[in-house]
């Protein structure tokens, strides 16, 4: 069930002269991790920390309407700058009154900027300073995604958090490029800020690069600090880098960016993930790992997922967890789910309602631990289910023992 939304929590405080579109509060902060709880409050809806986004790309969540996020309790979800900006427009997104209306969305929303599409669709810019020139894959015509440019859609779009363009290389860059990025990130921020228009309503977050240099990242957590803004995001990390490598990058962010911001770690979605990182200290997280698994016929429970297109669910009577109350679960069998992943594409629609559900019941069980200063044990019982045989992966161990919890 979704629940109403307090008469005063659309209501934005005054600092400084402005109105400001984002509070912070931390609620809890774990005694012995960095883990914390916390409440963002934004124009359109609060959001409870640590929290999961869903990632509806072009203001949709694929096999989900907007209302059946409500429903979930999901509070805030992502869409992206580079594909709204291309499709519907912002002229469009304009008119319509930006794309909380567009989309009959009621609660919060997150854009990205457009610079992760430098990496996903590399063969297809073009990076100087002035920004990065595309080729459209829909119609193959040249785009000029400018920081000016980009703030310029996000304005339009309307979302509560907009996020600075930044210079994206993939994480194993080594050499100059990292560097050259890492600046250039910073250059582009101060253009992002400067070009931004509605200051009182949309927040732009920062984001930390530097791939795997330690003292690159350290730079930029440092640098982007400096600047007056409501939050922070840590990029270019969750791309084929080692494990071990990413949770220290994680680590070194959050020792180094404000504890009275948010902290968002972009594309990070798996359960694990999630758990060590909110250990490390981070409050939001995006990915479109749950929506993208269900339309393979996946689904996600405590112990990693059920492919559900193999035959040894043929028979099974069961839901696919016995402790999820979604509608899919509450309604279907896995053998009727099987049935439908093999034959139907309705199953794209009852598995993501499952799985995002999951993730927001994964989510809402870490906040209930940190807030009864539970949290270790919680991680100790979570990684037990995930595995059994307590054979666990060296980067989890060592990731967890950085925040003083021993696996046993």
């Known amino acids: 069930m979704a629940h109403a939304l307090p008469r005063n929590i659309q209501k934005t405080t005054k600092m400084s002269g402005m109105l400001k579109p984002l509070t912070f509060e931390v609620i809890t902060e774990c005694k012995t991790t960095k883990a914390r709880t916390g409440k963002m409050v934004l124009v359109h809806h609060h959001v409870d920390t640590p929290v999961f986004m869903p990632v509806g790309t072009q203001g949709t969540l694929k096999g989900l309407l907007p209302q059946q996020l409500e429903d979930l309790n999901c509070q805030i979800m992502l869409s992206n700058t580079y594909h709204l900006g291309t499709r519907p427009g912002p002229e469009i997104l304009k008119k319509a009154g930006g794309l909380h209306k567009f989309m009959n969305w009621k609660r919060a ?37 400018t920081p000016e440019h980009s703030i310029e859609i996000q304005n339009a779009i309307g979302a509560d958090i907009i996020m600075q363009l930044d210079d994206v290389v993939a994480s194993t860059t080594t050499g100059p490029r990292v560097e050259e990025a890492m600046h250039r990130t910073t250059r582009w921020l101060d253009r992002c800020l400067s070009a931004h228009q509605r200051p009182t309503e949309q927040s732009v977050f920062p984001i930390v690069q530097g791939a795997l240099d330690s003292n690159l990242r350290s730079q930029s957590a440092q640098k982007q600090s400096q600047r007056e803004v409501n939050g922070f995001a840590v990029g270019g990390l969750s791309g084929g880098e080692s494990k071990d490598n990413f949770w220290k990058m994680v680590h070194l962010s959050t020792d180094i960016l404000p504890k009275d911001k948010p902290r968002y770690l972009m594309g990070v979605g798996f359960a694990v993930d999630l758990v060590v990182c909110t250990a490390l200290g981070i409050d939001m997280y995006d990915c479109v790992f749950p929506s993208r698994t269900a339309r393979f016929g996946c689904a996600l429970v405590r112990s990693g997922q059920l492919p559900l297109r193999q035959r040894i669910y043929k028979y099974d009577k069961r839901p696919i967890d016995d402790n999820c109350n979604c509608t899919t679960c509450s309604t279907y069998t896995r053998a009727y789910l099987h049935h439908l992943v093999t034959m139907e594409t309705v199953a794209c629609h009852s598995l993501t309602v499952h799985n ?36 666990y992966p060296e980067w989890i161990v060592s990731s967890l023992r950085a925040v003083n919890v021993e696996l046993s």
């Open 109 to 145: 929303l997150l854009t990205d900027s457009g610079g992760f599409q430098m990496v996903s669709l590399l063969k297809l810019a073009e990076i100087t300073e002035e920004g990065v020139k595309f080729s459209s894959p829909y119609d193959g015509s040249e785009c000029m995604l």
């Open 356 to 391: 995002i559900a999951f993730q927001m019941r994964l989510m809402g069980d870490i906040r209930e631990s940190i807030n009864n200063q539970k949290f270790p044990e919680f991680i100790r019982e979570f990684m037990l289910n995930v595995y059994p045989d307590k054979n």
